[in-house]
C-alpha cells in the first residue's frame, strides 16, 4: 500500500441523479422546476458588471440574507445561507451534530444524510418508516445526538402536520432538530413559526426546487440566533465567502417575486394532481405526495423494468434500488406536457404487456 494511503479520508460518496442532456429528453428525475426562474433573476445577474467581480463578495451575504428575512417576517440574525441546502445541511451536521449518542433519521429519506455522517464520523440509526411509508413521532424519542428529516419527506412524498414535528421538537430540548423543508413549497406546512417556540429547531430550505434555482446552489436555514450563529461560526472557520456574488444577486431577486412564485408553485402542484388520477387510472399506487414528485409502484409492472423502458424512450425518472423501495418510481412533475407523454407512453407500454 501506498504510505500516504494510510492518512486519507475514507468517504462514500452520495451519488446524484444523472445529468444527460439529450435534445428530445423529458427530464423528470432530479426534482427541478419545470419553468425557469423569475424574469426578475435574469435582470439581476445582466445588472452585474464584470470589474464588480474585481471585489470578493459581501461576507455575510447580507442582501440575500434580508431578503430571505424580509419574505418570512425574521430578522437577519434568524437566517444562515449557503451553497444550496446539501451545503447548509452539512454545515448544519457538523455545527450541531457532536455527541455520542446516534443521531436519528428515517430509513428511507435524503440519501445525503448517511453521507454526511459517515464523512464527519457522526454515529447515527436510521429509524424506520411505518409499513405506509410515514414518519411516527413516538419513534423520535429514544436518546439520540440530534435528529434530521425532511418533510415532506424525499423519496416518498408523505409530510407530517405541525403537530407532529412539535412532538418531536418538544421531546428533544438537549438536542438539535433538523428540518429539511427541500419541498415544503409544494403543499406542505413549515414548521418555521416553531423556531419561535423552540430553540433547538432549525428549518432549512432551498430554492432549487420551488423557485426554479438549482443551478445557481442557495440554500438557506431559520431559527434562532443562537444557533444561527454557531452555523456562521463553523461557516467563517471553512470559508467566509460561499456565496458569490451573482448568487446573491439571484436569490435576492428570487425572494422579492413573491407574485412569480406563487404563480409557478400553483402550476406545479396542479399538475402533479392530474398526474397523479392519470397514474391511478394506469394501475400506480402512491402516497399523497406533497412534494414536487410522485413516488409510485405500479400494481404488475417492476419498477426496475419500467425506469429502463422510460430511459430508452428518453424519459428520465429516479429508481432507487434499496430494500423497501425498490418497486417504485420517483417521477418529477414537469409540465403538463411533459406529464402527457410520460402517460402516454406509459398508457401504450402497460397494454401490450
Ligand atoms: C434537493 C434536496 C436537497 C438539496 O437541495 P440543494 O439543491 O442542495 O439546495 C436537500 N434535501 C432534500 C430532501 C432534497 O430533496
Redesign the pocket.
Known sequence: MESWKKNVREAVPYVPGEQPDLPDMIKLNT?ENPYPPSPKVGEALCAIRDQDLRLYPDPSAGELTGAVAGYYGLSREQVFVGV??????AMAFLTFFNGREPVLFPDIT?S?YDVWAGLFRIPYRQVPLADDFTIRPEDYKAVNGGIVF?NPN?PTGEALSREAIEEIVAANPGGVVIV?E??VDFGAVSALPLTEKYDNLLV?Q????SRSL?GM???YAMGNPGLIRCLNNVKYSFNSYTMDQTALAAGKAAMEDREYFEKTRKKVIETREWTKRELAKLGFSFGDSMGNFIFAAHEFCPAGELFAALRERHIFVRYFDKPRISNYLRITVGTPEEMEALIDFLKKYLRQE
Open positions: 426534482n444550496g441546502s446539501d451545503d447548509v445541511l435524503y445525503f425532511p424525499a429539511d427541500a419541498y432549512v432551498t430554492m432549487s426546487k438549482a446552489r442557495i440554500g
